[in-house]
T-cell receptor, first 110, second 116 residues
């Protein structure tokens, strides 16, 4: 079983839609959860991070962690074509060691 | 702030040769740098962690003699792929973290290596 599971997609939505991206993880000891955005042939860019359970909002983005079900989500409101990218969830396995999901490719059509 | 660069952005080399990739933190001092490898449609896999002035710590299954990592200064780490083979063709990405930060890593733009 992979430590972090993520549906690879692609997920296609029309502009303006609400997007829900999800990951599950296996180790209940994980505390930090991150979402990265990666454009094609570029390095990942940190979007948001959360600690333990709860929600965190930043503009159009909301990150949600449910530790009881080991489920993490990223919601994007009013999606834009510029949001088209691969979104990677990640968690911190040990000191500074990040474990990534495979990424979900999002396509937002105008 | 917190910009990481990589050079080259892409490289093609012949099988059996070695290639060096540089990773630089441009506007901060990185006590720790990380090297990842990403195959098409797969996730980033951590290869090794390096601290300035120390030997790198390699992940299980990564050959330390094949992937030589040097972190000689707080702003520069290098990855040398020695005796490269076609199966080493991949996207190599480095990241750097600020002192004391555990979860926040700043990633470089990546280097695409093709071994022919």
């Amino acid at each position: 079983q992979k430590e972090v599971e993520q549906d690879p997609g692609p997920l296609s939505v029309p502009e303006g839609a609400i997007v829900s991206l999800n990951c599950t993880y296996s180790n209940s000891a994980f505390q930090y959860f991150m979402w990265y955005r990666q454009y094609s042939r570029k390095g990942p860019e940190l979007l948001m991070y959360t600690y333990s359970s709860g929600n965190k909002e930043d503009g159009r983005f909301t990150a949600q962690v449910d530790k009881s079900s080991k489920y993490i989500s990223l919601f994007i409101r009013d999606s834009q074509p510029s949001d088209s990218a691969t979104y990677l969830c990640a968690t911190e396995e040990g000191f500074q060691k990040l474990v990534f999901g495979t990424g979900t490719r999002l396509l937002v059509s105008p | 702030g917190a910009v990481v660069s990589q050079h080259p952005s892409w490289v093609i080399c012949k099988s059996g040769t070695s290639v060096k990739i540089e990773c630089r933190s441009l506007d901060f001092q990185a006590t720790t740098m990380f090297w990842y490898r990403q195959f098409p449609k797969q996730s980033l896999m951590l290869m090794a962690t390096s601290n300035e002035g120390s030997k790198a710590t390699y992940e299980q299954g990564v050959e330390k003699d094949k992937f030589l990592i040097n972190h000689a200064s707080l702003t520069l780490s290098t990855l040398t792929v020695t005796s490269a083979h076609p199966e080493d063709s991949s996207f190599y990405i480095c990241s750097a973290s600020l002192a004391g930060e555990t979860y926040e890593q700043y990633f470089g733009p990546g280097t695409r290596l093709t071994v022919t």
